[in-house]
């Protein structure tokens, strides 16, 4: 089966610019979840949708950043302005809905690298 | 807060040696543990998951990894690691029964192995 998609793949802007970060998860995969990976570190949730509701965004900034996953597919991560910061890969990623116990997998993409300079 | 601590930043072994990476995990209730492994130039992926039933996972590879509630840990383990294995490992944890199945990562371990 195809993967979870990203795009672009490297990004680099200027502090204040705005950027755009679009992923295709898995077809049929209910959960989409974006991550934020900065150098040396571990990702960190961001958002997570069920089909294209919001289950947890306790974590994104939501001054500067924004999500959304228009009819339960495909999803866009923005950033507006952009800081220092923010300079990170973001990963998306995707998984089928749980049932009960039932352990399952997030699928992960190859991330988009951004550069703020 | 659930938090997820990987005490080896950086592992340099040899082929053929033996690997045990460390995950401890802070969160006491019941806990789904996963290790992911990103190949260089590749997407994550998971090397092997435990949400219940034996407490030794074995997962692709040859990597296994033993929970122990009692220590809060979670350990991946190779016998003989090979060229190929040079890659970054991460331990997750997720807190079943939460609203959300949210991944707590730990910071990484970086393993280089020499031919």
């Known amino acids: 089966e195809a993967g979870v998609a990203q795009s672009p793949r490297y990004k680099i802007i200027e502090k204040r610019q705005s950027v755009a970060f679009w992923c295709n998860p898995i077809?049929?995969?209910?959960?989409l979840y974006w991550y934020q990976q900065i150098l040396g570190q571990g990702p960190k949730l961001l958002i997570q949708?069920?089909?294209?509701?919001?289950?947890?965004d306790s974590q994104l900034p939501k001054d500067r950043f924004s999500a959304e996953r228009l009819k339960g597919v495909d999803s866009t991560l923005k950033i507006q302005p952009a800081k220092l910061e923010d300079s990170a890969v973001y990963l998306c990623?995707?998984?089928?809905?749980?049932?009960?116990?039932?352990?399952?997998?997030?699928?992960f993409g190859p991330g988009t690298r951004l550069t703020v300079t | 807060a659930q938090s997820v601590s990987q005490h080896n930043h950086h592992v340099i072994l040899s082929e053929a040696a033996s690997l045990e990476l460390g995950c401890n995990y802070s969160?006491?209730?019941?806990?789904?543990l996963f290790w992911y492994v990103q190949y260089p130039g590749q997407h994550l992926q998971l090397l092997l998951k435990?949400?219940?039933?034996?407490?030794l996972v074995k997962g692709i590879k040859g990597f296994e990894a033993e929970f122990i509630k009692s220590k809060f840990s979670f350990n991946l383990r190779k016998p003989s690691v090979q060229w190929s294995d040079t890659a970054e490992y991460f331990c997750?944890?997720?807190?079943?029964?939460?609203?959300?199945?949210?991944?707590?990562f730990g910071t990484g371990t970086l393993l280089a192995v020499q031919p």
């Open positions: 990623a995707s998984s089928s809905l749980p049932s009960g116990r039932a352990l399952y997998e997030q699928y």
């Open positions: 077809s049929g995969h209910a959960t």
């Open positions: 949708f069920q089909n294209n509701g919001v289950v947890d």
């Open positions: 969160y006491g209730g019941t806990v789904n």
């Open positions: 435990y949400f219940s039933g034996d407490p």
């Open positions: 997750a944890v997720m807190n079943y029964g939460g609203a959300t199945n949210k991944l707590i």
